[in-house]
Protein backbone atom coordinates (compact mmCIF):
# COMPACT_ATOMS: atom_id res chain seq x y z
CA UNK A 1 0.00 0.00 0.00
CA UNK A 2 2.66 2.18 0.80
CA UNK A 3 4.34 1.44 -2.23
CA UNK A 4 1.43 2.40 -3.90
CA UNK A 5 0.74 5.81 -2.40
CA UNK A 6 4.80 6.49 -3.49
CA UNK A 7 4.29 6.10 -6.96
CA UNK A 8 1.01 8.29 -6.94
CA UNK A 9 2.65 11.05 -5.39
CA UNK A 10 5.59 10.84 -7.59
CA UNK A 11 3.11 11.36 -10.50
CA UNK A 12 1.31 13.99 -9.18
CA UNK A 13 4.90 16.07 -8.39
CA UNK A 14 6.81 15.11 -11.17
CA UNK A 15 5.74 13.10 -13.87
CA UNK A 16 2.04 14.72 -14.34
CA UNK A 17 4.22 17.87 -15.13
CA UNK A 18 7.04 16.44 -17.32
CA UNK A 19 4.27 14.57 -19.43
CA UNK A 20 2.33 17.62 -19.84
CA UNK A 21 5.43 19.29 -21.36
CA UNK A 22 6.27 16.64 -23.36
CA UNK A 23 2.67 16.42 -24.84
CA UNK A 24 2.29 19.92 -25.03
CA UNK A 25 5.43 20.67 -27.07
CA UNK A 26 4.75 17.78 -29.48
CA UNK A 27 1.17 18.97 -30.20
CA UNK A 28 1.74 22.59 -30.52
CA UNK A 29 4.25 21.21 -33.43
CA UNK A 30 2.22 19.18 -34.85
CA UNK A 31 -1.33 21.39 -34.50
CA UNK A 32 0.11 24.50 -35.21
CA UNK A 33 -0.63 24.54 -38.84
CA UNK A 34 -3.91 24.05 -37.90
CA UNK A 35 -3.80 26.62 -35.04
CA UNK A 36 -3.16 29.08 -38.06
CA UNK A 37 -5.87 28.33 -40.31
CA UNK A 38 -8.46 28.95 -37.45
CA UNK A 39 -6.49 32.08 -36.49
CA UNK A 40 -7.63 33.41 -40.14
CA UNK A 41 -10.82 32.20 -40.35
CA UNK A 42 -11.73 34.28 -37.21
CA UNK A 43 -10.17 37.23 -38.37
CA UNK A 44 -12.12 36.80 -41.93
CA UNK A 45 -15.47 35.79 -40.19
CA UNK A 46 -15.50 38.53 -37.32
CA UNK A 47 -14.20 41.82 -36.32
CA UNK A 48 -11.61 41.22 -33.11
CA UNK A 49 -8.07 39.44 -32.45
CA UNK A 50 -8.39 35.69 -32.86
CA UNK A 51 -7.03 35.07 -29.55
CA UNK A 52 -9.43 35.89 -26.12
CA UNK A 53 -7.53 36.33 -23.48
CA UNK A 54 -9.25 36.42 -19.85
CA UNK A 55 -8.06 35.87 -16.14
CA UNK A 56 -8.95 32.68 -14.70
CA UNK A 57 -8.03 31.50 -11.44
CA UNK A 58 -5.12 28.77 -11.24
CA UNK A 59 -3.13 26.40 -8.71
CA UNK A 60 -2.85 28.22 -5.53
CA UNK A 61 -6.10 30.36 -6.60
CA UNK A 62 -3.12 32.54 -7.97
CA UNK A 63 -5.14 34.81 -11.07
CA UNK A 64 -3.39 33.14 -15.08
CA UNK A 65 -4.04 34.49 -18.32
CA UNK A 66 -5.94 31.90 -20.26
CA UNK A 67 -5.88 31.72 -23.69
CA UNK A 68 -8.83 30.63 -26.15
CA UNK A 69 -10.04 31.10 -29.82
CA UNK A 70 -12.59 33.61 -29.89
CA UNK A 71 -15.85 32.57 -30.03
CA UNK A 72 -17.93 35.30 -29.37
CA UNK A 73 -18.63 38.82 -30.70
CA UNK A 74 -16.73 41.89 -29.63
CA UNK A 75 -20.10 43.30 -28.02
CA UNK A 76 -20.07 39.97 -25.67
CA UNK A 77 -20.74 40.73 -21.71
CA UNK A 78 -17.49 40.51 -20.61
CA UNK A 79 -16.72 38.37 -17.14
CA UNK A 80 -20.40 36.78 -17.24
CA UNK A 81 -20.57 32.85 -17.51
CA UNK A 82 -22.46 31.87 -20.88
CA UNK A 83 -25.03 30.03 -18.40
CA UNK A 84 -25.97 33.24 -16.92
CA UNK A 85 -26.47 35.09 -19.86
CA UNK A 86 -30.06 35.71 -21.50
CA UNK A 87 -29.36 34.28 -24.89
CA UNK A 88 -25.50 33.42 -25.02
CA UNK A 89 -26.64 32.33 -28.78
CA UNK A 90 -26.85 35.54 -30.28
CA UNK A 91 -23.02 36.48 -29.20
CA UNK A 92 -21.33 33.12 -30.66
CA UNK A 93 -20.14 33.83 -34.21
CA UNK A 94 -20.36 31.33 -37.30
CA UNK A 95 -17.47 30.22 -36.69
CA UNK A 96 -17.59 30.21 -32.95
CA UNK A 97 -20.15 27.69 -33.21
CA UNK A 98 -18.52 24.84 -35.10
CA UNK A 99 -14.77 25.61 -32.78
CA UNK A 100 -17.40 25.32 -29.53
CA UNK A 101 -18.68 22.14 -31.02
CA UNK A 102 -15.54 20.58 -31.69
CA UNK A 103 -13.86 21.85 -28.68
CA UNK A 104 -11.01 23.12 -30.95
CA UNK A 105 -11.45 26.99 -29.37
CA UNK A 106 -9.75 25.12 -26.61
CA UNK A 107 -6.06 24.31 -28.34
CA UNK A 108 -4.44 27.40 -27.36
CA UNK A 109 -4.41 26.81 -23.71
CA UNK A 110 -2.04 24.13 -24.74
CA UNK A 111 0.44 27.00 -24.43
CA UNK A 112 -0.92 27.81 -20.93
CA UNK A 113 0.20 23.94 -19.82
CA UNK A 114 3.91 24.44 -21.91
CA UNK A 115 4.17 27.51 -19.41
CA UNK A 116 3.28 25.73 -16.61
CA UNK A 117 -0.21 27.37 -15.99
CA UNK A 118 -2.67 24.45 -17.00
CA UNK A 119 -2.19 20.66 -17.49
CA UNK A 120 -3.82 18.72 -19.67
CA UNK A 121 -6.32 16.98 -17.16
CA UNK A 122 -7.32 18.82 -13.71
CA UNK A 123 -10.12 20.83 -12.82
CA UNK A 124 -11.21 23.35 -15.37
CA UNK A 125 -9.99 26.83 -14.15
CA UNK A 126 -13.27 29.21 -13.80
CA UNK A 127 -13.09 32.93 -14.06
CA UNK A 128 -12.41 34.70 -11.09
CA UNK A 129 -15.58 36.38 -10.72
CA UNK A 130 -17.71 33.00 -10.09
CA UNK A 131 -17.13 33.89 -5.98
CA UNK A 132 -19.13 31.21 -4.63
CA UNK A 133 -17.13 28.24 -6.62
CA UNK A 134 -14.16 29.58 -5.89
CA UNK A 135 -15.06 29.20 -2.17
CA UNK A 136 -16.24 25.82 -2.85
CA UNK A 137 -13.49 24.81 -4.04
CA UNK A 138 -10.37 26.85 -1.73
CA UNK A 139 -12.10 24.88 0.94
CA UNK A 140 -11.96 21.03 -0.90
CA UNK A 141 -8.53 21.37 -1.50
CA UNK A 142 -8.60 21.73 -5.19
CA UNK A 143 -6.27 24.70 -5.59
CA UNK A 144 -3.40 22.40 -4.54
CA UNK A 145 -3.70 21.38 -8.20
CA UNK A 146 -3.08 22.87 -11.85
CA UNK A 147 -6.77 23.66 -13.65
CA UNK A 148 -6.53 21.21 -17.00
CA UNK A 149 -7.69 21.53 -20.06
CA UNK A 150 -10.26 18.78 -19.77
CA UNK A 151 -11.73 17.15 -16.11
CA UNK A 152 -13.35 14.68 -14.35
CA UNK A 153 -16.69 16.96 -14.45
CA UNK A 154 -16.01 17.65 -18.43
CA UNK A 155 -16.75 13.70 -18.95
CA UNK A 156 -20.09 13.91 -16.98
CA UNK A 157 -21.94 17.09 -18.01
CA UNK A 158 -19.59 20.07 -18.45
CA UNK A 159 -21.27 22.96 -17.61
CA UNK A 160 -24.38 21.15 -17.91
CA UNK A 161 -23.63 20.81 -13.74
CA UNK A 162 -24.44 22.35 -11.22
CA UNK A 163 -21.68 24.17 -8.93
CA UNK A 164 -21.85 21.48 -5.87
CA UNK A 165 -21.86 18.63 -8.49
CA UNK A 166 -18.52 19.98 -9.83
CA UNK A 167 -17.21 20.21 -6.69
CA UNK A 168 -18.04 16.48 -5.90
CA UNK A 169 -16.44 15.72 -9.37
CA UNK A 170 -13.21 18.40 -8.11
CA UNK A 171 -12.63 16.31 -4.84
CA UNK A 172 -13.09 12.73 -6.40
CA UNK A 173 -10.67 13.99 -9.39
CA UNK A 174 -8.05 14.78 -6.26
CA UNK A 175 -8.81 11.79 -4.27
CA UNK A 176 -7.75 9.65 -6.89
CA UNK A 177 -5.12 11.10 -9.20
CA UNK A 178 -2.87 9.28 -10.60
CA UNK A 179 -1.90 8.74 -14.35
CA UNK A 180 -4.94 5.88 -15.23
CA UNK A 181 -7.41 8.12 -13.63
CA UNK A 182 -5.62 10.66 -16.39
CA UNK A 183 -5.70 8.37 -19.30
CA UNK A 184 -9.37 7.84 -18.59
CA UNK A 185 -10.34 10.94 -18.64
CA UNK A 186 -8.91 11.77 -21.92
CA UNK A 187 -10.25 8.83 -23.69
CA UNK A 188 -13.38 9.84 -22.63
CA UNK A 189 -13.35 13.70 -23.64
CA UNK A 190 -12.28 12.09 -27.10
CA UNK A 191 -16.05 10.94 -27.01
CA UNK A 192 -17.72 14.10 -25.03
CA UNK A 193 -16.29 15.85 -28.20
CA UNK A 194 -17.17 13.48 -31.03
CA UNK A 195 -20.81 13.44 -29.40
CA UNK A 196 -20.86 17.29 -28.45
CA UNK A 197 -22.09 16.48 -24.93
CA UNK A 198 -22.29 19.14 -22.62
CA UNK A 199 -21.29 22.05 -25.19
CA UNK A 200 -24.30 24.40 -24.08
CA UNK A 201 -23.08 26.36 -21.10
CA UNK A 202 -18.92 26.64 -21.81
CA UNK A 203 -17.96 29.88 -20.22
CA UNK A 204 -18.03 33.58 -21.58
CA UNK A 205 -15.13 33.45 -24.57
CA UNK A 206 -14.99 35.44 -27.47
Given at each position: ?17 M ?96 L ?59 D ?31
Amino acid sequence: MKVTKDCHGIYRRYVKRMLDIIFSTMLIVLLLPLMVIIGALIRIDSSGGAIFKQKRMGRNAKEFTCYKFRTMKKEAPHGIPAKDLADPERYVTRVGRFLRRSSLDELPQLFNVFLGNMSIVGPRPLICEEKEIHRLRGEAGIYTLRPGITGLAQINGRNLLCDSEKIENDRIYLDNLKIRLDAKILFLTLGCVIGGKGIVGKNTKK
